[in-house]
């Protein structure tokens, strides 16, 4: 089982450029997660998802979409790229209702930066 | 306003000694808390998770308490050795039904030998 992957590990990207961010997980969960985390700022919840075809907002979620068209699969897309966009991205899953007190899965992180 | 503290500044210390880390938060009211190892260029990796009815756990050398009234969580690892050099970090969950965690900034432990 590879867990939870994420892809590109690395990118670079010009202001009002777009791109998406692919997460991938093997282990069946139901909820999964794009953080961002920024020094001194720790880990932020850019948006989740509690199931295939859901989606919702968390704290910081402007700038970004995501999908979840399926269960294993969740994308996190820049339409219009910014410089305060610059971040390591964190993919996480969870198990989810069957035992909503459950570790997160995290990716290795994704790191963005937009000059 | 809700927030999460853990200190920013590292913690250093010895070999075989007991490290003692705070998480302290205000305006949360979570049904547990968990504790996740970060080392650099990788993602958090879970560690423990504590329930607000419990007041300690353990696992190995690691033991974490929980205390709602003084809305604390305190993390302890004994014995210990410079492979604990990481950072750490506390999170809790929103309590709004769905598994939403909130994270603190995490504190950096360094254990020389």
């Known amino acids: 089982n590879a867990g939870v992957t994420q892809t590109p590990k690395f990118r670079v990207l010009k202001t009002g450029q777009s791109m998406t961010l692919l997460c991938a997980q093997d282990?069946?969960?139901?909820?999964m997660y794009w953080y961002r985390q920024d020094p001194g700022m720790g880990l932020r919840l850019i948006h989740y998802?509690?199931?295939?075809?859901?989606?919702a907002k968390g704290e910081v979620p402007d700038g970004y979409n995501v999908s979840r068209l399926k269960k294993q699969n969740f994308l996190l897309g820049l339409e219009s790229a910014a410089p305060s966009q610059t971040s390591v991205y964190f993919c996480a899953s969870a198990l989810g209702r069957m035992q909503n007190t459950g570790e997160l899965f995290f990716g290795e992180g994704s790191r963005l930066t937009v000059l | 306003s809700q927030k999460i503290e853990q200190n920013s500044e590292a913690l250093n210390i010895q070999e075989g000694k007991t490290a003692t880390l705070t998480c302290n938060y205000t305006n949360y009211s979570p049904a547990y808390l968990q504790w996740y190892r970060q080392d650099p260029g990788r993602g958090p990796v879970f560690l423990l998770l504590?329930?607000?009815?419990?007041k300690e756990k353990r696992k190995e050398r690691l033991k974490v308490t929980f205390d709602t009234t003084l809305k604390q969580s305190l993390f302890h690892i004994t014995a210990s050795q410079p492979a604990d050099s990481a950072t750490y970090l506390c999170?809790?969950?929103?309590?709004?039904?769905?598994?939403?965690?909130?994270f603190g900034t995490g504190t950096r432990l360094l254990v020389s030998p």
């Open positions: 999170a809790l969950d929103e309590n709004t039904g769905f598994q939403k965690l909130v």
């Open positions: 998802s509690v199931g295939e075809g859901t989606t």
């Open positions: 504590i329930r607000e009815n419990e």
């Open positions: 282990m069946n969960h139901e909820y």
